[in-house]
């Protein structure tokens, strides 16, 4: 039974995982992470849609996604494990003038920070996709360099890494409690008894604002049920495809295989943790698919393939990243708010910069630490889907 650890971290999913394997690979080896599932990566990492891009209207979400996506072109040689990176693009279909203002305020930033991005009318975006509705469409945004990945061959070959490097895992072990003396965390107890720490770190993605409560804090982070369907092979649209989005409506899919995978997320739903698909939405899920994609009438659903996980949503769709001013040894890393797949390695990187270095550097994460919902500073990502 493990009875202390330099840095315990709450949650073995692609987060916690990042973390573990920065920190050991700067020879922070004295890692324990806590896991209340019996198996890792078990939780919103392995439910995803697994898109990684670089279009975002905050700078900072673009600079996490410039490092990490750039990691992850290299992630099997350095790391292990299978990043299964395929960079499709990722298409935006924008068909409102208030949007697609936005849309071009966004890529005159993203191309700031370097990034390639092409801005292309109607009939040049419907060359992506065959069959696509284009007469009210504005325009669109193309990412050569975005597309999908595989999260749980990330999250996994980060968490084997770690643990080559010397980093344990505790599985089944929910933590339940933290010890607090003189304004610190020392300890934290869990299902599988008490582990003594000098730093905690919350990566309990959809749990994390639960587990900030047992600390005494306050972190805004709700779960939000989201579902992706499937459809079974569907060659009448034959790969491979952008990821696209159809911005009006919410819609977007991508391949999966041969198959579709699409999904819409539900505005009206409240926060819970039901991880049941809901079969109901699936009506307005279609309704906005068939608009954009007539073609896809032809296509039948692989009921069995379907799931739905949760998004871990903070107020102003960003993540929570750095040590908490009231609990100086507690970092949150959580709140990536349907982001944090693609976000993961650079959060990993910041947050063990943040432990073993007293501030995380390499990218300025100031916009995202907790203080900003207490001085309003918030700058609200536009770009969610
Ligand atoms: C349908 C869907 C589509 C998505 N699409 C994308 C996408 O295209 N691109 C993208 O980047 N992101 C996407 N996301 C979001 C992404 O999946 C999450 O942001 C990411 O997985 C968060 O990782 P995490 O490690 O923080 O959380 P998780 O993977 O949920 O890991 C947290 C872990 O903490 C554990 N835990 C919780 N409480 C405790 C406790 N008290 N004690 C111990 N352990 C605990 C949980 O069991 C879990 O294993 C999507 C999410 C969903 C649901």
Redesign the pocket.
């Known amino acids: 039974m493990v009875s202390r650890a330099q840095v315990a971290i709450?949650?073995?999913?692609?987060?916690?995982?990042?973390i573990a394997y920065h920190l050991t690979l700067r020879g922070c080896s004295d890692v324990l992470i806590?896991?209340?599932?019996e198996a890792?990566?078990?939780?919103?990492?392995?439910?995803?849609?697994?898109?990684?891009?670089h279009q975002f209207s905050n700078a900072t979400n673009i600079l996490l996604s410039r490092y990490s996506i750039q990691k992850l072109r290299t992630f099997d040689e350095e790391v292990g494990g299978h990043a299964e990176l395929h960079l499709v693009g990722y298409l935006f279909l924008v068909n409102d003038a208030a949007t697609w203002e936005q849309y071009q305020r966004n890529v005159a930033l993203q191309r700031r920070l370097d990034v390639r991005v092409e801005v292309l009318g109607p009939e040049e975006a419907a060359r992506f996709v065959p069959g696509m509705r284009t007469d009210d469409l504005i325009g669109a945004t193309f990412g050569p360099d975005d597309g999908?990945c595989d999260?749980y061959g990330i999250?996994m070959g980060y968490l084997r890494a770690a643990q080559r490097m010397g980093a344990r895992i505790l599985r089944g072990?929910?933590?339940?409690g933290f010890e607090v003396r003189g304004g610190a965390v020392s300890g934290l107890r869990?299902t599988r008894g008490a582990v003594a720490c000098d730093i905690a770190v919350n990566?309990?993605?959809?749990?994390?604002g639960?587990?900030a409560t047992?600390a005494g804090l306050d972190v805004p982070v709700r779960p939000y049920?989201?579902?992706?369907y499937m459809t079974a092979p569907f060659p009448q649209i034959p790969g491979p495809i952008p990821?696209t989005v159809d911005v009006g409506s919410g819609f977007y899919m991508r391949h999966e295989g041969a198959s579709i995978l699409m999904?819409r997320s539900n505005p009206n739903e409240p926060s819970s943790f039901n991880t049941s698909v809901d079969w109901d939405w699936l009506d307005h899920v279609l309704e906005a698919g068939l608009y954009r994609f007539p073609v896809l009438q032809h296509a039948s659903l692989a009921t069995g393939q379907c799931?739905?996980?949760?998004?871990?949503i903070t107020p102003d769709h960003n993540p929570i990243l750095g040590r908490h001013p009231d609990l100086a040894n507690y970092v949150d890393?959580?709140g990536?708010?349907?982001?944090?797949?693609?976000?993961?390695p650079a959060t990993g990187m910041l947050i063990a910069e943040e432990i073993l270095d007293g501030r995380a550097h390499t990218i300025d994460i100031d916009d995202l630490r907790i203080n900003r919902f207490r001085t309003g500073q918030q700058h609200v990502e536009q770009n969610v889907?």
């Open positions: 709450i949650g073995a999913g692609v987060v916690g995982a990042s806590l896991e209340k599932e890792e990566v078990s939780g919103s990492t392995a439910r995803s849609a697994a898109g990684v891009r999908y999260p999250a072990a929910a933590v339940t869990t990566a309990a993605g959809p749990w994390a639960e587990v047992l049920r989201r579902n992706m990821l999904g799931w739905a996980g949760l998004y871990e890393a959580s990536f708010s349907g982001h944090g797949i693609m976000h993961a889907i």
